[in-house]
């Protein structure tokens, strides 16, 4: 059985913008199916593309299947059958040992940045880093799936 255990949060914007940070990776995914149970999801960037099946999320925690898939296959599946979707530049960022992987979303969801660890158990600790501001593992509105069909730029602040 296949897990992912992982945390979200927000990230302050000023203190992002002034880290020096590696070159992002280019991420289009979209979602052949979206439901609160289960998610069928494709992703490609320039060098790659996966089909991602995930269950439920309880607490930080959810069965999560990816397998890889030809650039072409994937570029199809978004073109025809997505139903919702999503851009956004990826950054992978090493701090105490730990691998973060911050998404700066754009389209809909520009201004949106959103850091995430995954982690070996649900009570695992970690260092945060300055620039992580609060979590926001448990609010669905924050998934991408979410984040797909209800957009960043349509929420009242």
Known sequence: MALEIERKFLVHQALWEKLTKPEGDFFRQGYLL??????????????????????????????????PIPQADAQELLDNFSEAGLIKTRYKIM??????????????????????????????????????????????KYY???????????WKN
């Open 34 to 67: 979206a439901k609160p149970e289960k998610t069928v999801r494709i992703r490609l960037t320039s060098t790659s593309a996966f089909l991602t099946i995930k269950g439920k999320t309880q607490g930080a925690t959810r069965l999560e299947y990816e397998y």
């Open 144 to 154: 991408n799936s979410q984040l797909s069909v209800n957009p960043f730029k349509t």
């Open 95 to 140: 701090h105490e040992g730990k691998l973060w992987e911050v998404d700066e979303f754009a389209g809909e969801n520009e201004g949106l940045v959103v850091a995430e660890i995954e982690l070996a158990s649900e009570d695992e600790t970690f260092q945060l880093p300055e620039w992580v501001a609060e979590e926001v593992t448990s609010q669905k």
